[in-house]
T-cell receptor, first 112, second 114 residues
Framework: QKEVEQDPGPLSVPEGAIVSLNCTYSNSAFQYFMWYRQYSRKGPELLMYTYSSGNKEDGRFTAQVDKSSKYISLFIRDSQPSDSATYLCAMSATAAGNKLTFGGGTRVLVKP | DAGITQSPRHKVTETGTPVTLRCHQTENHRYMYWYRQDPGHGLRLIHYSYGVKDTDKGEVSDGYSVSRSKTEDFLLTLESATSSQTSVYFC?????????????FGPGTRLTVL
């Protein structure tokens, strides 16, 4: 069983809809949680970073962490066709070392 | 791509041949990483470097070696390529070695081993 599970999608939504993405994990030691966005044929880029449990908002993006359920989410409001990409969650148990464990990624398609 | 280049961008090679991928950065960041990305597996760390001549293994290091003789260059070598090493390889850099620091990724190298 993988440490981090993520539905591969694709997740297809109409423009303007809310996109809801999530990851589940098995390692209760994970404390640092990130979401990366990856456009086709490009390297991933960091979208959101959250430490421990709680919510974090940045523009149209909201990240949520529920450590009790070992579940993290990313919501994209007012989705745009430019949000079409693969979204990868990543997490780490310790601050030191910067060794990340990634989910497999969810492909998102936002249709105009 | 945050001042990171990878070369070559695409390569097709045959089983048993040696292959070297190059990552070059202009950011003068101390930490550099090599990942591979395969469908359904996300990114998996192969090796990383925390300074010139200082490297360590990651999650999937078997069959790979690395070298870093200059701050700006991190080389990944497949001594004898196998079909299971067909993948997209990404280099990443970070200024600090802690999970609160952003890792910046290069554009990737698509390697096919026939």
């Amino acid at each position: 069983q993988k440490e981090v599970e993520q539905d591969p999608g694709p997740l297809s939504v109409p423009e303007g809809a809310i996109v809801s993405l999530n990851c589940t994990y098995s390692n209760s030691a994970f404390q640092y949680f990130m979401w990366y966005r990856q456009y086709s044929r490009k390297g991933p880029e960091l979208l959101m970073y959250t430490y421990s449990s709680g919510n974090k908002e940045d523009g149209r993006f909201t990240a949520q962490v529920d450590k009790s359920s070992k579940y993290i989410s990313l919501f994209i409001r007012d989705s745009q066709p430019s949000d079409s990409a693969t979204y990868l969650c990543a997490m780490s148990a310790t601050a030191a070392g910067n060794k990340l464990t990634f989910g497999g990624g969810t492909r998102v398609l936002v249709k105009p | 791509d945050a001042g990171i280049t990878q070369s070559p961008r695409h390569k097709v090679t045959e089983t048993g041949t040696p292959v070297t991928l190059r990552c070059h950065q202009t950011e003068n960041h101390r930490y550099m990483y090599w990942y591979r990305q395969d469908p359904g597996h996300g990114l998996r760390l192969i090796h990383y470097s925390y300074g010139v001549k200082d490297t360590d293994k990651g999650e999937v290091s078997d069959g790979y070696s690395v070298s870093r003789s200059k701050t700006e260059d991190f080389l990944l070598t497949l001594e004898s390529a196998t079909s299971s090493q067909t993948s997209v390889y990404f280099c990443a850099i970070s200024e600090r070695a802690d999970s609160t620091d952003t890792q910046y990724f290069g554009p990737g190298t698509r390697l096919t081993v026939l």
